[in-house]
């Protein structure tokens, strides 16, 4: 005949056994999903890194000159073409009638 304090004695040690092998298990899943989270984000990084690289090369002034000269025909401001406040014409709009 088999005593309930013996099955209790070599159970329990198998079933934390069991237990402890599945977290185990689970951690090293979830430490690998880590690694990737981590890797993931590193290369977004690196990618934001080179945007903004790019964002400061095509938003340099002298540069973006040259393409408004050459292709929109823009010119530097001349003092005659500043309009000061009380010198604007008042235009008629459908609202203000």
């Known amino acids: 005949m088999v005593r309930p304090a013996l ?3 070599i159970g329990l040690p198998a079933i934390m056994t069991i237990a402890l092998l ?5 951690v090293k899943q979830l430490e690998n999903q880590l690694v990737n989270i981590e890797s993931q984000r590193m290369a977004q990084q690196e990618e934001i ?3 903004h690289a790019e964002w400061s ?3 340099e002034p002298k540069r973006l000159a040259i393409r408004a000269e050459n ?3 823009l010119r530097p401001i001349s003092p ?4 000061v406040g009380p010198d604007v014409p008042l235009i008629k ?5």
């Open 22 to 26: 599945l977290v185990s298990y689970e």
């Open 80 to 83: 005659e073409q500043i309009i």
């Open 7 to 9: 099955i209790l004695w």
């Open 49 to 51: 890194h080179v945007l």
């Open 93 to 97: 709009s459908a609202f203000n009638e």
């Open 57 to 59: 090369y095509l938003n």
């Open 71 to 73: 292709y929109l025909s």
